[in-house]
């Protein structure tokens, strides 16, 4: 197992927070504190109306910008919905998909998931697809089953070449915007059966090639640990990314 196959990616996840004017200022207090940061790659998947003024605000800079959903058709009668070649043509580099929050309150399940990931990846989008069990689950040691499902079924239609532009993010709904973080070993655990799903489908190879992200209350305090582990290679950040500091400070625990 080897960690330097692999890219580092650091990702906020913003949710919905920031206006268009709070996300120029919260990208220009991040830049500078990032600048020197060159051995991860960093990435904040923002609020679509906020997409403008973070490509703008992170130009020629080594941050990277994201969106948290996508929509699977190409185009046509979906009123409220984005596709994948408008974040393109924004300037969208990834595309987070699968979020539990997504699939808690906005009705996603596996097979949309796997819909939106097939539309983004088809049009060139980088997807972060995130895949975790409830509290339910864990207690139920279920969870093995859970993640290997999430992330067969989102993977459906997805070749070896493909998934190469695919970065997993596992997050434990329970120790999403909780404070409770799953110890380093529980992430690291989670991580390897994941990668163990992909070496089952893609080889051994590609699966030691893929970035697999632990998300769920990640923070400054936490990450070095967290990030430290073989299997986990980067975070997926929820409330630290809304600090400049803080993530900053993450970004450069992943060094
Ligand atoms: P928190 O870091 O706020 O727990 O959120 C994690 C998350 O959901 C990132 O997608």
């Given at each position: ?68 959903n996508v929509h699977f ?22 595309v987070i998909i699968g979020h539990s929050e997504r699939r808690q309150?906005f009705g996603e399940t596996d097979e949309t998931v796997n819909k939106r990931v097939l539309a983004a990846l ?5 997807v972060i697809l995130c895949v975790g ?14 993640v290997?499902r999430q992330t067969k079924i989102a993977l459906l239609g997805v ?7 695919v970065?997993i993010a ?86």
């Open positions: 197992m080897n960690k330097k196959l692999r890219k580092a990616i650091i990702a906020g996840n913003w949710k919905m927070n920031n206006t268009p004017a709070q996300t120029k200022k919260t990208i220009n207090e991040l830049k500078p504190l990032v600048e020197k940061c060159k051995k991860c790659e960093i990435v904040l998947c923002v609020p679509f109306v906020d997409i403008q003024n973070a490509v703008k605000a992170a130009k020629d800079t080594n941050i990277k910008i994201g969106a948290q058709a190409e185009k046509g009668a979906y009123t409220g919905e984005i596709s994948a070649q408008m974040l393109l043509e924004c300037g969208v580099e990834y309150y088809n049009a060139g989008l980088k069990e409830v509290l339910t689950e864990r207690e139920q040691d279920v969870t093995s089953e859970v290997s070749d070896k070449k493909m998934l190469k532009n970065v596992y997050e434990p709904v329970w120790a999403i915007g909780t404070g409770k973080v799953a110890t380093a070993d529980q992430a690291d655990e989670v991580c390897g059966i994941i990668r163990n799903v992909l070496a089952e489908k893609y080889g051994a190879k590609a699966a030691e090639g893929t970035t697999i992200q632990y998300g769920g209350s990640m923070n400054a305090q936490n990450s070095a640990e967290l990030l430290a582990k073989v299997n986990v290679d980067g975070g997926l950040i929820g409330g630290a990314s809304l600090k400049p500091a803080d993530f900053a400070q993450i970004v450069k625990n992943a060094q």
